[in-house]
């Protein structure tokens, strides 16, 4: 990661610019591709009063840029709560990679399911299917598809967008769901 680190109407002292580094380093946690960090540091006086403004600039691969600013009396203080902002969205954005539900191939759970023994000793084998959704289908048509094939059961969308299936039962009659 390349790391900028400025002052501005402000002298950056090495424990300063160390703390700064450290904050930087414990962004690398959340495994995201940082390319390149930056730090603006300036000094603000109004009304006599004296305050700091720390401002992280991210620079995420694929992603915008994360910009996170923060003002407060101490400079050390406003270093640490723009670091703790910047933890948070980075770790939303972890979140957001890693869930199951942004997963959309199940190549985990058929690998887990092709593991698993039976009593037999032999393995169960899962063998993936596209399903012909294209077209609403009517009850009569899917129970003829499923006629015509060596299937067990045939899952179609009746005329009402409804998922069904059809299945022939043991006793040579046909369910549906």
Request: contains cysteine; glycine residues 6%; hydrophobic residues 40%.
């Amino acid at each position: 990661m390349n790391l900028s680190i400025v002052g501005k109407q402000f002298d950056l002292t090495d424990s300063i610019k160390q703390h700064i580094e450290n904050a930087f380093d414990a962004l690398n946690k959340y495994g995201l591709d940082i390319i390149s960090g930056r730090c603006v540091v300036s000094a603000d006086e109004k009304n006599g009063k004296k305050g700091f403004s720390v401002e992280f600039a991210l620079n995420l691969a694929k992603k915008d840029t994360i910009v996170i600013r923060h003002k407060d009396k101490d400079l050390y203080a406003a270093v640490d709560l723009a670091l703790e902002r910047a933890s948070k969205v980075l770790r939303r954005e972890h979140d957001k990679n890693t869930t199951v539900k942004n997963k959309d191939d199940g190549k985990a759970v058929r690998a887990a399911i092709a593991e698993e023994q039976t009593s037999d000793g032999e393995a169960d084998e899962i063998i993936p299917m596209e399903l012909e959704l294209y077209k609403p289908l009517e009850i009569e048509e899917a129970m003829q598809k499923l006629k015509d094939s060596d299937a067990q059961f045939y899952v179609f969308n009746d005329m009402d967008a409804k998922m069904r299936v059809i299945y022939k039962r043991s006793d040579g009659k046909f369910g549906l769901y």
